[in-house]
Every structure is written in structure tokens, then in C-alpha cells.
């Protein structure tokens, strides 16, 4: 680590002279695309699975293996952000992303189309820790909130707004153009970003361990392969591909984390978490990317299976919300900056709290009007929390630590998302049958209806526990002082 230190002073000399706007935009096009496309392709699953003559459960494989390779690279993006300067890196990945984005619009079947959302998942993996990384050195901490907030708009809006944005376009264009429309603007990122965007970093070139980067591979990969195939087919966690996958991975993860703890230049840094604003914030964030995860998944369930709406209906209803999202974000990160983390966090975990108890009430009878109020509110209490909490624990980090920070970070988002989704479902699942089997007509359409309302009340219970907890975990946050160098 004493590499980094070395160059600190002067870096932060020179970083007083850049312009930081241009950065900060360049960051935010490429980005915003990159993230979007982790949702957009999910809606034209039923038209591909026809187109490509592949079954549900390989084409499902489009996006478990696009969650696989984000999770497998952000732990090594701590080592490669000290390799590479920030322009490498993220005109790397915009290229990376760009190929993808190509190859997907012109694949002749799945196997090419399979091949080009890896590279779109490669180039989104390298992104988002190049994102906040360069955030953490371009603003002293008590700017931060307002650029985190500008962040939050990318991390929280893009996959929101993807299922409506792909509903709006496959309503009258075929699938590729779900491609053909994002690569202009990647490669106009690419563009922007060789013109405008400057190196805010300065490579220290560590010791590459790669025990370390197979040891987080098999650890990472195997637990998102594992949750995320749980879902498939019949066996569920009776099948040895679930349960040996999740032991697998976690087994790699304890022996990659005693690897790190014992290393003098660790892979990821597991020392950050000795502070413990740091830690608060990994623990709520995994409990709000399971919640904001899960909700994604569940909210179309009801809104198609229970309430008979279109994908197109769905989507629109679930735009204002995202919309709202995204727009908060970055007021939130303001006010974050003036008033501090918890006079967003208390009061965003306890309407979050409120909602989703009001989930756990809805029926077949409830109003669109309703769904969308309570959806609303549900994106806004996460705004109010996610990109608060999480720069409020970074800033208690000192400056060496930035790229493990933001690794492990985006390490916990992505597979507590991949767990959120599949714990949820098969909660959702395990209710529906009950409810079937119960029932003195399980084949009536009613009755279908109703079985889907009666697993979404089981998952939201469930939820209404993980936003209580997060709650009282809101009740201990403190703001944190950036430690002496």
C-alpha cells in the first residue's frame, strides 16, 4: 500500500486544476448505458425464446450470465483501478461495452448473442468502480453527496426505467434495436470521454496475486450462479448444480478472505471494514439491494399475474416511480451534504418500513392508483437512503483504501441482488403452491390470481422484516470524519 501514499500530495495538487463537470458527465453517459442494459433485454425474453428456438431456462443464461461476470470482475477492478489510469479504464470498458452492444444486434442466434452480453457485462463490471473511484478523488467529502447523488441517478434510474424503456420499443421494433439504440450513445460516451475526460488517478502498479483473483472468481461466481439458478426448473435447492455451486463459492470466499486479512497488498482490502460506518453501510446495503431487487421482480408478478395487466400496462406504471427516482437522487446527495446522513437515512428507512407493510396488504382488488402511490413512495424512501448511506461509510475511508471500498461496495450490490431475486422468487413460489393446494379449484383464473397475491404477501412480509432492520440500523448511523492520511 505505501506505493499509493507516495504520490497523494501531488496528485492532489494537480486534481485542484481539473474541471470536474466534464468528468463527471463522461462518467455518467457511459455509465447510465452500460448499467441500463443489466434490465433491458429481461422483457423480450418470451419473444426470444420463440425467435431462437431455445429453451427458457438456457435463455436465462442471458442474464444470470451477464450478473456472473459483473460479479466476477468487480473484485479485481481494486487491482486494475491501481494499474491503469482512469482514462484506460473506462475507455476500456466503454469499448468493451460497445462490442458487446454490436455483436448482440447483429447475433445470428443465442450462442453469438450469448457471447456479446458477456462483453456488455465485462464492460459494465470495469465501470462502476472507475465511477465512484474517480468520484472519491475528484470532491473533498463535504462535496461528495451532491456528485454521489448525481450517481445515484445512474446506479437507481437506469435499471429501473429499463423494462418500461424495452416495453416502449419492442411495443414497434424488434428486439435488436434494444442494441441498435444503445450503441450510438456508447460510442458518442467513447468520444466525449477521449476529448473531455482526464486521469484523476495515478497508477502504483501492485503485486498481482492471482490465488487471490481465483479464489474470488470461484467465490463470487459460484454463489450468484448458484442463487440465481435456483429459481430454474423443478429441483430448485434439491439440485446438486444449486446447492454445490453456493458451497463451492462460499467455501472460495472464507479461504479468499483469510487470503486477504493475511496479505500485505491484498486482492480487496478487507481492512476497510474496521471502520464502522464502512460496515453499517455494507450491511444496509445489502438489505436495500435485495429490497429494490426483489420489489423489480415481485411488482411485475402481481401487476401481471394477480391484476391481468399487460407487460406494456406494467411497465408504464412502474415509470413514474423510477422517474421520481432518478430525479431525487441528486437532491438527496445536496441535502446530504448540508444536513448530514441521518436526517435522510431515519426518515427513508422508516417510510420504506411503511411501504412495504402496505405491500403486504394489497389484493386482487387493488386500485392502479394505489400500486403506483405506494411504488412512488418506495422510490423515493430508497433514494433517500442508498446513496446516502453509501457515501457517508466511503467517506470514513482514508484515500488508499477508495478502490477496495468501492469494490467491495459494488461487490455487495451485485450479489445481494442476484440472492434478493432469487430468495424472493422462490418465497413468492413456495406461497403460490400452498395457497394452490389448499384450494377446491387450483385451476380456476381466480384462484391462479389469487395464489400469486398470496406468494407476493409471503415475499413482502419478508421484506417488511429486512426494512425494519434496516430501520434500526439507521438509528445507529453517525456522519463520518475522513480519517488523517
Not at 442474464?63 to 494499474?83: D, H, K
Not at 483504501?401 to 413468492?428: C, D, E, K, W
Request: glycine share 8%.
Amino acid at each position: 500500500m505505501h506505493t499509493e501514499s507516495g504520490s497523494a500530495s501531488p496528485q492532489s495538487a494537480q486534481l485542484g486544476n481539473v474541471k470536474r463537470l466534464p468528468i463527471l458527465i463522461s462518467l455518467i453517459i457511459g455509465a447510465f448505458f452500460s448499467i441500463l442494459n443489466e434490465t433491458l433485454l429481461n422483457i423480450a425474453f418470451p419473444q426470444l425464446v420463440t425467435e431462437l428456438n431455445v429453451s427458457a431456462s438456457t435463455l436465462q443464461w442471458l442474464a444470470t450470465g451477464y450478473m456472473l461476470v459483473v460479479a466476477v470482475l468487480i473484485p479485481a477492478s481494486a487491482l486494475l483501478v491501481q494499474w491503469f489510469t482512469t482514462r484506460q479504464m473506462f475507455l476500456g470498458a466503454m469499448i468493451v461495452f460497445s462490442l458487446g452492444t454490436l455483436i448482440c444486434g447483429i447475433a445470428p442466434g443465442f450462442s453469438v448473442l450469448l457471447i456479446g452480453r458477456l462483453l456488455q457485462a465485462a464492460g459494465t463490471g470495469l465501470m462502476m468502480p472507475v465511477l465512484m473511484n474517480t468520484i472519491l478523488l475528484l470532491y473533498p467529502p463535504e462535496k461528495r453527496g451532491a456528485a454521489m447523488g448525481s450517481i445515484g441517478l445512474v446506479i437507481m434510474f437506469a435499471p429501473a426505467i429499463g423494462p418500461t424503456l424495452s416495453g416502449l420499443i419492442l411495443e414497434s421494433l424488434h428486439w435488436r434495436w434494444l442494441f441498435y439504440l444503445v450503441l450510438p450513445f456508447a460510442i458518442f460516451s467513447i468520444v466525449f470521454a477521449f476529448i473531455y475526460l482526464k486521469n484523476v488517478s495515478q497508477p502504483s502498479k501492485p503485486k498481482v496475486d492471482v490465488l487471490s483473483i481465483l479464489l474470488s472468481t470461484i467465490g463470487f461466481g459460484g454463489i450468484v450462479f448458484g442463487f440465481s439458478s435456483s429459481g430454474e426448473g423443478q429441483a430448485g435447492w434439491s439440485s446438486p448444480q444449486v446447492y454445490g455451486s453456493v458451497l463451492l463459492g462460499a467455501i472460495a470466499l472464507l479461504l479468499f478472505v483469510f487470503r486477504q486479512l493475511r496479505m500485505e497488498e491484498p486482492l480487496l482490502d478487507l481492512r476497510a471494514f474496521k471502520y464502522p460506518m464502512f460496515s453499517q453501510t455494507a450491511i444496509m446495503m445489502i438489505i436495500m439491494m435485495m429490497t429494490l431487487f426483489s420489489t423489480m421482480v415481485l411488482l411485475p408478478f402481481l401487476f401481471q399475474g394477480a391484476l391481468g395487466m399487460s407487460v406494456y400496462a406494467s411497465g408504464l406504471l412502474l415509470l413514474p416511480g423510477s422517474l421520481l427516482n432518478g430525479l431525487v437522487s441528486p437532491v438527496t446527495g445536496k441535502l446530504f451534504d448540508r444536513f448530514g446522513p441521518r436526517a435522510l437515512i431515519i426518515p427513508g428507512t422508516a417510510i420504506l418500513s411503511i411501504v412495504m407493510w402496505f405491500f403486504t396488504q394489497v389484493t386482487i382488488q387493488t386500485t392502479q392508483t394505489t400500486l403506483l402511490i405506494l411504488h412512488i413512495c418506495l422510490m423515493i424512501a430508497i433514494s433517500m437512503v442508498m446513496m446516502p448511506i453509501q457515501t457517508n461509510g466511503l467517506n470514513q475511508l482514508p484515500r488508499r483504501y477508495y478502490p477496495h471500498g468501492t469494490a467491495i461496495l459494488n461487490t455487495i450490490s451485485q450479489v445481494a441482488g442476484a440472492i434478493g431475486v432469487a430468495f424472493f422468487i422462490s418465497v413468492m413460489a413456495s406461497g403460490q403452491q400452498r395457497f394452490l393446494e389448499q384450494s377446491t379449484d387450483p385451476t380456476s383464473p381466480v384462484q391462479l390470481a389469487e395464489s400469486v397475491v398470496a406468494g407476493v404477501h409471503n415475499a413482502f412480509f419478508i421484506g417488511f422484516g429486512f426494512a425494519v432492520a434496516a430501520f434500526i440500523f439507521a438509528l445507529f448511523t453517525k456522519r463520518a470524519q475522513a480519517p488523517e492520511e
